[in-house]
């Protein structure tokens, strides 16, 4: 029995390919931050090792084992923390060399090793290189999960030898539907935080366990709302301060992007009239008093200038000059 919500084509393909013996040796699970990617990921390393007769069953002792971490031959690889508290930016090639050696070992305790990368974008060249010779001559009994938001970093030559598996956020009410049956939300609260996920599960269930990620959230639109009316000066500051934090924390700075444009088209949505298609319900008393004082022509040219911004950045064009661009488009207030 899967549990993970709304990825029924990913799930289905799943299902045939373990119900024909026809698995492959490694699996790209491509999609959207927090829409289900890492629940997926553990349910297939427990449908590969679960003793019971409709694996998943989330019941036997591997799916357990699984569930808290604590499988011998499941193993996470991820961006590693330095002695001295630092993060890196890369999976490092000695990481990879490591799993290359420790999978030609049989599995310890189930019948496969499953090896999960996860954000396998952060494998820098030498990494994907490194790794792409373990795929080449896959070791038996090994399945490897590459999980990314952004596959389109990863070589193509490393993308083609997985299968992919693409993750879609759910629809806004099929989201609430599921918070409301299966988490026992509140219907109201469920429906606004369903509309903030936009379908994201994953985001959904992180807010509504912690007040302070709605705060900080709440906080970062009313910056945002101040920005349009800061000098020049101010700008250009905020475009050099992210620009500075794009190197350390790019998913970071690119979320905050995505606040930006979530805000501002909440805006031309408010001037429009289109109060049900807000995302941002909670404030939406706010949006409508912002929409009477922005030209709607400027804030839609400000979102063309956001969607140029983000790729800009995804390209690594100097983040610094592509963030100051960014920040002399803001519609001015009348
Ligand atoms: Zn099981």
């Not at 949505?269 to 949006?287: F, M, P, R, S």
Request: glycine share 6%; charged share 25%; with cysteine.
């Amino acid at each position: 029995m899967w549990q993970t919500m709304g990825q029924e084509r990913a799930v289905a393909a799943l299902q045939r390919a373990l119900a024909g013996g026809r698995r492959a040796h490694a699996y790209l699970l491509a999609g959207p931050p927090q829409v289900g990617k890492a629940t997926l990921a553990r349910e297939l390393a427990q449908a590969l090792n679960c003793d019971g007769t409709e694996p998943p069953c989330h019941e036997c002792t591997p799916c357990r084992r699984i569930a808290a971490g604590i499988h011998a031959d499941v193993q996470t690889v991820t961006v590693e923390a330095s002695g001295d508290g630092a993060v890196h930016k890369d999976i490092s090639i000695d990481q990879i060399r490591e799993i290359g050696r420790s999978v030609s070992l049989r599995p310890f305790e189930g019948r496969c090793r499953v090896i999960i990368i996860d954000p396998a974008d952060a494998m820098n060249e030498a990494a994907q290189n490194a790794f792409l010779k373990t795929l080449e001559e896959p070791p038996p009994d090994v399945v490897f999960l590459l999980v990314t938001a952004r596959p389109q970093l990863l070589r193509a030559t490393v993308r083609s030898r997985c299968q992919r598996l693409d993750l879609r956020p759910l629809p806004v009410a099929a989201a609430a539907r599921a918070l409301v049956e299966r988490w026992g939300l509140p219907e109201q609260r469920a429906e606004v935080l369903a509309r903030l996920s936009r379908g994201r599960l994953g985001w959904a269930l992180a807010a509504q366990a912690d007040e302070e990620m709605m705060r900080a959230r709440r906080e970062a639109l009313m910056d945002i709302r101040n920005l349009a009316q800061r000098s020049l000066a101010e700008r250009f500051a905020r475009a050099n301060d992210l620009a500075g934090r794009f190197g350390r924390q790019r998913e970071a700075v690119l979320e905050v992007l995505d606040l930006w444009g979530q805000w501002w088209r909440d805006v031309l949505l408010a001037a429009a009239g289109c109060q049900e298609a807000i995302t941002n319900v909670d404030l939406a008393d706010i949006l409508r008093a912002e929409a009477g004082r922005y030209d709607a022509r400027q804030v839609a040219s400000f979102l063309r200038s956001l969607a140029a911004a983000r790729r800009r950045l995804e390209e690594n064009v100097n983040p610094r000059l592509a963030l100051e661009v960014l920040l002399l488009d803001l519609p001015a207030p009348r």
